[in-house]
């Protein structure tokens, strides 16, 4: 089965860090593009960042440039964002996705991982 | 930076049409993508590419785009489509983009 478990959310202070990850099982991880998209209490999506299948290319939203960092394992079938200079804004579930290859679509999708940043 | 804006909330009654529209620059260089969200769930990809639809995911799904404007066309909708509708694209840069979100009502 085809399957994305996210990790590593919880409580955290202004400022502080945190690092997420996500598994990967059932496909080739290596062939894939990897994103990471977040989700506000009561908002819509937003996409945070993503990495290409060798880690070639990277983007992140403007939001989180500076502060976020995406890495990936393929040895591990592991994706990762390391959280830095957390903000309230920051708090959301943040979920890990799939490009399908050749495209810009996110075709599979984790559980999602809450990250609540506050006092 | 570019952006997609989709309406707030649109309503169908059982077993009509409806359209979802997304709007944005992009648009006219790359296809959108839609989602379908429910409450307490992660997104399921619906529609990507010029009108395709994943495995598992039911013909009256469909996708079309002119110009700067992609749409999401349910035909006959049902019950269970009552949700929350995303669309998705990409920039010229490559950063990924989302729209606000079209929260569907089934009457």
């Known amino acids: 089965e085809v399957q994305l478990v996210e990790s590593g959310g919880g409580l955290v202070k202004p400022g502080g860090s945190l690092r997420l990850s996500c598994a990967a099982s059932?496909?080739?991880?290596?062939?894939?593009?990897m994103n990471w998209v977040r989700q506000a209490p009561g908002k819509g999506l937003e996409w945070v960042s993503s990495?290409?299948?060798?880690?070639?290319?990277?983007y992140y939203a403007d939001s989180v440039k500076g502060r976020f960092t995406i890495s990936r394992d393929n040895a591990k079938n592991s994706l990762y964002l390391q959280m830095n200079s957390l903000r309230a804004e920051d708090t959301a579930v943040y979920y890990c996705a799939r490009a399908r290859i050749l495209s810009y679509a996110f075709d599979i999708w984790g559980q999602g991982t809450m990250v609540t940043v506050s006092s | 930076s570019s952006e997609l804006t989709q309406d707030p909330a649109v309503s169908v009654a059982l077993g009509q049409t409806v359209r979802i529209t997304c709007q944005g620059d992009?648009?006219?260089?790359?296809?959108a993508s839609w989602y379908q969200q429910k409450p307490g769930q992660a997104p399921v990809l619906v529609i990507y590419g010029k009108n395709n639809r994943p495995s598992g995911i039911p013909d009256r799904f469909s996708g079309s785009s002119s110009g700067n404007t992609a749409s999401l066309t349910i035909t006959g909708a049902q019950a269970e489509d009552e949700a929350d509708y995303y669309c998705n694209s990409r920039d010229s840069s490559g950063n990924r983009l989302f729209g606000g979100g079209t929260k569907l009502t089934v009457l």
């Open positions: 992009s648009l006219r260089s790359y296809y």
């Open positions: 990495i290409s299948s060798s880690s070639s290319y990277i």
């Open positions: 059932g496909f080739t991880f290596s062939s894939y593009s």
